[in-house]
């Protein structure tokens, strides 16, 4: 939690867990329709992000699901 200067815009720039959900979404689809040798793609919010990412990748069997578990 910021503050200090910038805390009145803090509340502006929160985003829901929904919307984190649907950008995390967007961003897998992308990274599946991307050759890994023309761009890697890359989250660094936090490790919730890795388990969002890690149930879409669970149903659809990915290719590359083995390497995603620990």
Not at 16 to 29: G, H, P, T
């Amino acid at each position: 939690m910021p503050s200090g200067r910038g805390t009145d815009s803090y509340e502006n720039l929160k985003i829901s867990a929904d919307e984190v959900f649907s950008a995390l979404d967007l961003l897998q689809e992308y990274a599946s329709k991307t050759d890994p040798s023309v761009m890697e793609f890359l989250t660094v919010d936090g490790p919730q992000d890795a388990i969002h990412l890690f149930s879409l990748m669970k149903p659809k069997n990915a290719h590359d699901l083995p390497e995603a578990r620990p």
